[in-house]
């Protein structure tokens, strides 16, 4: 069942598919083709899979609508319910529900189950081949860099879609602030990003947010409530490298200085930086470079906002301690105790020996080695939901053949100092 913000994004897509409706839903805002579509409206909202709650709101406002008084109340719940502007509610809803019946709403409805998203992910090779299989495909990439990835996604998967007029949603973001001195090759790439914006829109919606980090990606207009997939390319460390939850900042903060060198917030022509003293040099990063954020948020924003996560190219610090919040045995969180090459085979155990033999492009179930987390420890949800690991996919190696990379996964080969580093690919059930 639908609840409100699904129902919100289910309304301003058919809305947008179907331009040629929502521009003659104009004529129809008359009190004689009202009086023979509202009932209609009603019809479609009583047979739409919607939350019990959300289909009685519904039903309410618009025989309220129907009346020759427009109560304020009334306009405020068409406003909660939709998102718009009481006319623009009514007009967006009939198109949904009355115009565009029987066009796209047999493919927009419905789904994948979980059930055929974990036989696509077990059986397949590539994880974004579940974009060929929904039938509303959509995906978000967090920390987008420099859209090698999106290019890469586009020339892959567009034209097999459109060979079914279905269309691609692409949306991205990264916390470099678009013009920033800081930040080098990692920006978004003019080139990639005018190539993506080429495309026509019933092809592919594309939409980039910069200087926007997970902690706000919440109040983002524009952005989805729920995509098929979310995808982080080589998650950021420090940030993603340690958790607060289980490391106090403190300890954190000691340790950076120490492996990274003391750093301290500066100014370069006029911008914030963070500048870092790292052995003889002063390197100059964005001001957030050390903010600590943890992998429990990652994951947070992957669960609640997607069917499937797809993290690539985790280095050896991010990979472990992710792998800390997965995994159910509190042994693997021990307290104020950072994650080191010479303890990890101590702390993990068996987990560690299976998962360290792994050769470059194998794979293994994390469910077979040790027992998953469930449910896991998400902030409670307005809709008292749990979120329990239905499937985790542990894979080594950079990237995989056939399958679109970052640019910095495209790197690894040429970071003489780093280890192999890991993909985990998960299914959460809520």
């Known amino acids: 069942?639908?609840?409100?913000?699904?129902?919100?994004?289910?309304?301003?897509?058919?809305?947008?598919?179907?331009?040629?409706?929502?521009?003659?839903?104009?004529?129809?805002?008359?009190?004689?083709?009202?009086?023979?579509?509202?009932?209609?409206?009603?019809?479609?909202?009583?047979?739409?899979?919607?939350?019990p709650s959300l289909q009685r709101s519904l039903i309410e406002v618009i025989q309220q609508f129907g009346q020759p008084i427009k109560t304020q109340q009334m306009k405020q719940t068409l406003k909660e319910?939709?998102?718009?502007?009481?006319?623009?509610?009514?007009?967006?809803?009939?198109?949904?529900?009355?115009?565009?019946?029987?066009?796209?709403?047999?493919?927009?409805?419905?789904?994948?189950?979980?059930?055929?998203?974990?036989?696509?992910?077990?059986?397949?090779?590539?994880?974004?081949?579940?974009?060929?299989?929904?039938?509303?495909?959509?995906?978000?990439?967090?920390?987008?860099?420099?859209?090698?990835?999106?290019?890469?996604?586009?020339?892959?998967?567009?034209?097999?879609?459109?060979?079914?007029?279905?269309?691609?949603?692409?949306?991205?973001?990264?916390?470099?602030?678009?013009?920033?001195?800081?930040?080098?090759?990692?920006?978004?790439?003019?080139d990639h990003e005018g190539y993506l914006k080429s495309f026509p829109t019933e092809e592919l919606n594309f939409l980039f947010w910069g200087g926007m980090d997970?902690?706000?990606?919440?109040?983002?207009?524009?952005?989805?409530?729920?995509?098929?997939?979310?995808?982080?390319?080589?998650?950021?460390?420090?940030?993603?490298?340690?958790?607060?939850?289980?490391?106090?900042?403190?300890?954190?903060?000691k340790h950076l200085q120490t492996t990274r060198g003391h750093f301290h917030q500066s100014r370069f022509k006029g911008e914030s930086v963070l500048e870092v003293s790292h052995h003889d040099r002063i390197l100059t990063f964005p001001p957030w470079k050390f903010n600590v954020v943890g992998p429990l948020a990652l994951l947070e924003l992957m669960g609640h906002r997607s069917q499937v996560g797809v993290i690539s190219a985790i280095d050896d610090e991010v990979f472990w301690e992710l792998l800390s919040q997965i995994l159910a045995d509190d042994q693997f969180r021990p307290r104020n105790k950072l994650f080191n090459k010479n303890n990890i085979p101590e702390i993990f155990g068996r987990v560690y020996k299976k998962l360290s033999?792994?050769?470059?492009?194998?794979?293994?179930?994390?469910?077979?080695?040790?027992?998953?987390?469930?449910?896991?420890?998400?902030?409670?949800?307005?809709?008292?939901q749990s979120f329990r690991l239905r499937y985790v996919d542990i894979r080594r190696g950079a990237f995989q053949e056939g399958t679109p990379s970052s640019f910095t996964a495209k790197q690894f080969s040429h970071m003489?100092?780093?280890?192999?580093?890991?993909?985990?690919?998960?299914?959460l059930d809520v």
């Open 1 to 51: 069942m639908l609840d409100i913000q699904e129902f919100r994004a289910r309304v301003q897509e058919s809305r947008e598919s179907s331009s040629h409706h929502w521009e003659a839903s104009r004529k129809l805002m008359n009190q004689e083709s009202l009086s023979t579509l509202l009932p209609t409206l009603i019809q479609s909202v009583q047979e739409a899979s919607l939350v």
């Open 357 to 384: 033999s792994l050769a470059i492009g194998e794979r293994v179930d994390l469910s077979k080695i040790a027992e998953l987390r469930d449910p896991m420890p998400f902030a409670t949800t307005p809709q008292k």
């Open 214 to 253: 997970i902690e706000r990606f919440g109040q983002t207009k524009g952005a989805l409530p729920r995509y098929t997939m979310c995808t982080c390319h080589a998650p950021a460390n420090p940030t993603f490298a340690y958790e607060p939850s289980r490391v106090e900042s403190s300890l954190i903060l």
């Open 81 to 190: 319910l939709t998102g718009l502007p009481p006319s623009k509610a009514i007009r967006a809803l009939l198109v949904w529900g009355v115009l565009a019946v029987g066009e796209k709403d047999e493919r927009v409805v419905e789904d994948l189950s979980l059930e055929d998203v974990e036989r696509c992910l077990r059986e397949g090779s590539n994880p974004y081949d579940l974009l060929l299989h929904t039938p509303t495909p959509s995906l978000l990439d967090i920390g987008a860099g420099d859209l090698t990835f999106e290019q890469e996604l586009v020339d892959q998967y567009v034209p097999q879609l459109r060979s079914q007029n279905i269309t691609l949603r692409l949306h991205a973001f990264d916390r470099l602030m678009p013009g920033s001195q800081v930040g080098g090759v990692y920006h978004k790439n003019p």
């Open 416 to 427: 003489k100092e780093e280890s192999t580093p890991w993909w985990i690919i998960f299914i």
